[in-house]
């Protein structure tokens, strides 16, 4: 017997879209709006570090809502799994962030930093777990599965 590759649910793909929206604005937000003083307040090289974490920021989210935004459309019959399964398609490559950086800045940065490299985690881990071939199933796996979920 073969297991199946991971497949989503439509609430999880919509709670993780709602969650990566309600990010984007907090980050345009801070980015944009808010944090300016926290910025100009900083030094030379760290208001550069300021700037460059935003980008981050901003990408991350925009490859995780393209990435949810193709699950909904397989969801809603709009393009295949093959389709969806597609290099172009699949969770871009977001660049991680400097520590060393993150720890300059203001704490509210680093919040919003921290929070959307989580969400960016939790999705590249189930775009890998969709992309792995089925694996052989198990009998006894299947068992002990079943007693866990019992208790």
Not at 35 to 54: I, N, Q, T
Not at 59 to 77: E, K, Q, S
Not at 122 to 133: G, L, N, T, W
Request: one cysteine or more; hydrophobic letters at 45%.
């Amino acid at each position: 017997m073969i297991t199946a590759p991971l497949v989503l649910n439509r609430k999880l793909v919509d709670a993780l879209y709602v969650e990566a929206m309600l990010l984007a604005d907090e980050a345009r937000s801070y980015f944009d709006l808010n944090g300016r003083e926290e910025r100009d307040a900083l030094p030379p090289l760290h208001r550069v570090g300021f700037s460059c974490e935003s980008l981050r920021v901003t990408t991350r989210l925009m490859h995780v809502i393209a990435w949810l935004l193709t699950r909904r459309a397989v969801d809603a019959g709009e393009i295949s799994e093959a389709q969806a399964s597609a290099p172009e398609r699949r969770l871009g490559r977001a660049q991680g962030h400097d520590p060393e950086t993150v720890a300059a800045l203001p704490e509210t940065a680093r919040q919003i930093i921290a929070a959307t490299s989580d969400l960016y985690a939790r999705v590249a881990r189930m775009d890998r777990d969709m992309a792995r071939p089925p694996v052989p199933f198990s009998p006894a796996q299947g068992l002990m599965q079943l007693l866990q979920a019992a208790f």
